[in-house]
Every structure is written in structure tokens, then in C-alpha cells.
């Protein structure tokens, strides 16, 4: 394999391939259930239809022709500047290389050139959730509220705020 | 005009009328933006042309053939029991005769009928709103989340979440 085809690239316009890889990259971790998966592939069918109509953005990372992560997320409406990640998520086999990093640089920076000043992340407060929660925390992002019972008895709703505009560590994917 | 012209009657099916009034009873009060009437116009015709299968439930108001007050609420994607109230409003010159505490009530219980066990509410933490975050303080609704400047500089978030299954007087107005 060349050297660039093994170089990541980030894409945000979707191919219609991704919803299939989405439901894949979901599916390889454990901790998205059946009906999150569905409404995951919904987003990015969503947007396959609607294109820059859709209130969904997403983002793809590809290296050698596959797709191993993705992000998801949208501006807030009727907020001046605040957006929403819904969705960031890294082929199980290729977490803690750094993916899920080179991605939500992006996804900040991407926000930041449409003026967005604020990022909400939305994660669960189970232990199972706790390397997201670790993520976000060493992404600057601050724990700003605390949901109990939320989701279900026992499992909380954490949030995360991640100030943009401020100087961050850029990776050099490419997106098309 | 007759004792039963004057009794409030509250209802679930919606009207053709009712986006017209929404935009009336919202208009009234002068908290809000020309942008968020219009989402709530749009709420309530999303409701109209997809019937019981829109995600939005709606319960309004009348009195004398005139809609005086509405809410709109729904269940919150990907949670057991947890639901959202997007708008209760009341026209103006009838607020202070207890149109919101009747409506809240029956919201209440619709929910709970549902199997709901938590109503999260969202509102503004400008000066302006004092009045809207007394009201829900009054009603048992404990705030238990703020987001600084999160519709706009200045402009902060506040949650209110109200525990629901709890023993609460409900009004005697009728749903059709």
C-alpha cells in the first residue's frame, strides 16, 4: 500500500456508502444500542438526501478506501452561536490512534468558520461511557451539567462545553 | 354569553386555525422573536399534516370559542421516560388567572399517562424571563442546569426539570 492511500482524509460531503459505515463503526464498539444505530443512520441518510439543506454536518475519516470514523453536528436553533456534536465515533479496532482527535479539531474548526463560539457534547453518565468522558476532558471540553436518570434509571446525561475560538492543535487531514 | 361559553376547555386536536393563533397568543407577549414564532407556527403545522405520527404534542386553550393559551411538548429521542415542554403560552391580556397552571397541570398528567417520569423545560435566564422562571419555580419545576450565554452574549440557558408521578391538582378542563 502506498504512502497516500495511507494517509487519512476527511470528507464532509457523504457517499451513500455511509450510512452503511456508520451502522458499522457504531456497531463495533458496544455501547450504542440498536434504536441510537438506527437514528445515527437516519442523520446521514438525512443528509444524503436533503445535502447543504440538511441541519446535520457530518464529517468522514477514510484511510485505504475505508472509512473509520465519523462526526456528526449542527448549530443550535435560535442561538446566536452555539452548536451541537451529536455524534463522534471511531471504528472500535482503530480507537487510540488519535482519530477521534484529528476529528473533533476539524469538526471545531469547521464550526468556527460558520462563527459557532460554543460546542455541547451530550454523553452518558454510565461507567461504560467513562473513556468518552475522559476524551472530552482532555479535549478542553468542560463538564458543564449533570442530568440524573436522564437517559434511563441510572444512566445520567453529561454535558460538555468546548469554547471555540481559541488556539487549538489542527491535525492535517484534508477535507474534500 | 352563557356559563358554558365562558368554561375553558382544553383540547389535543388541532385546528387549522392554530397556527394563525399561536402566532397571535405568542405575538401578544413580547418575549419573543419573529424567528422562534415562526418555529412554533411550524411545530403546530408539522402536527397538522402528519396527525398523531408528528413527534410534537400539542394541547391548547379555548374559552368562548376564542384560543387563548397553548402548549407543545413531546418525549425526548433515546430516553426511557424523559419528555420535553417546548412552549406554554398564554395570550397576553389573560395571563395572571391561572390559564398556564391549568395547562401545565394537563401536560402533566397526559404525560404521565404516557409513562413519562420527567419533564425538562428550557428558558431564558435574561431579566425579561423573571416572570417565566418564577412560574415554573412555583410549579415544583427545580432548576437544575444553567449554560451560560447560550442563545446569545448575555443570554444565558436555564433548565427547569419537573419530577412527574407525583401527586399534583389538576384542573378541571376538558381534552377532547
Redesign the interface.
Known amino acids: 500500500m502506498s504512502a497516500k492511500a495511507d494517509s487519512l482524509r476527511l470528507r464532509s460531503t457523504p457517499r451513500s456508502s455511509d450510512p452503511d459505515s456508520v451502522e458499522r463503526i457504531l456497531g463495533s464498539n458496544r455501547l450504542f444500542?440498536a434504536?441510537?444505530i438506527t437514528?445515527a443512520r437516519e442523520l446521514v441518510e438525512d443528509r444524503i438526501v436533503e445535502g447543504s439543506r440538511s441541519e446535520y454536518h457530518l464529517l468522514f475519516a477514510d484511510r485505504g478506501g475505508e472509512t473509520l470514523a465519523f462526526a456528526c453536528f449542527g448549530s443550535?436553533?435560535?442561538?446566536?452561536?452555539?452548536w451541537d456534536l451529536y455524534w463522534i465515533a471511531v471504528e472500535h479496532s482503530h480507537r487510540g490512534r488519535g482519530l477521534g482527535s484529528r476529528l473533533l479539531a476539524k469538526v471545531e474548526t469547521l464550526i468556527e468558520a460558520r462563527g459557532g463560539?460554543?460546542l455541547?457534547i451530550e454523553t452518558s453518565g454510565r461507567p461504560d461511557y467513562e473513556d468518552t468522558r475522559r476524551f472530552y476532558e482532555s479535549h478542553r471540553c468542560q463538564r458543564?451539567?449533570?442530568?440524573p436518570?436522564?437517559?434511563?434509571?441510572g444512566?445520567d446525561k453529561v454535558?460538555f462545553?468546548r469554547r471555540l475560538r481559541e488556539p487549538h492543535a489542527e491535525g492535517p487531514g484534508r477535507v474534500d
Request: glycine content about 0%; charged content about 30%.
Open positions: 444500542s434504536e441510537e437514528v443550535v436553533p435560535l442561538t446566536r452561536s452555539s463560539e460554543r455541547y458543564v451539567a449533570e442530568y436518570d436522564f437517559y434511563a434509571p444512566d454535558v462545553m
